[in-house]
């Protein structure tokens, strides 16, 4: 089960990075806007895992011989790309104003990550469906906190939670590969 609070927080760094940066732009805490965030990027964050497991399992006895690589190489991945964004410019830095379609459209961004996690879930032998769920509720917490932190100034804290991020779901795949081929 921790295995799961772990990958939710790793998958939740990115959302929490995002709603940041939309807390800094916006410089004054708005709980609509705090709401919608959350509720957006917990939902997609939650939903999207199901596309990678129902992908696992469609693959899995294809795969079967070589599912704990997949996981690996994937958590390793995003991870990756997270810990390299890390260094980059912020998305919101783009940003003109935050309507509901560029909250919907950095949901999605978010989430696409989730979804490649998703693919690994069969190999945490947890209930799949209880994972995306803690998965949604981890992220819509830190989104919404995300935003309040922004608002305050927070902007430096980006990166960090994004390079946390990236190193936990390394670790992830690291521990998935070990105990496959221990």
Same mark, same amino acid.
């Given at each position: 089960m921790l295995e799961v609070f772990l990958l939710a927080f790793a998958l939740s760094m990115d959302a929490f990075a995002v709603s940041i940066g939309l807390g800094? &732009?916006?410089r004054e805490f $708005? &709980?609509? =806007?705090a709401l919608k965030v959350a =509720? =957006? /990027? +917990?939902? /997609?964050q939650g939903l999207m895992p199901l596309f990678g497991y129902l992908a696992s399992v469609g693959l899995g006895t294809i795969i079967e011989s070589v599912d704990h690589w997949v996981a690996f190489l994937l958590l390793s991945a995003i991870g990756g790309k997270m810990l390299y964004e890390s260094f980059g410019e912020n998305t919101e830095d783009e940003i003109a104003s935050i309507t509901n379609r560029v909250l919907l459209l950095l949901a999605i961004a978010t989430s696409i990550d989730a979804m490649a996690a998703g693919f690994t879930l069969n190999l945490?032998?947890?209930n799949p469906f209880v994972s @995306?769920? !803690? !998965? +949604?509720?981890?992220? *819509? !917490? /830190? $989104? *919404? !906190? +995300?935003?309040f932190v922004g608002s305050r100034g927070g902007g430096y804290i980006q990166s960090k939670a994004e390079m946390l991020g990236g190193t936990v779901l390394i670790g992830i795949g690291v521990k998935i590969l070990f105990?496959?081929? @221990?």
């Open positions: 800094v &732009k916006n $708005s &709980k609509v =806007l =509720l =957006l /990027f +917990g939902l /997609f945490l032998d947890l @995306m769920a !803690i !998965i +949604g509720l981890v992220a *819509y !917490i /830190f $989104s *919404y !906190i +995300g935003v105990e496959h081929t @221990m």
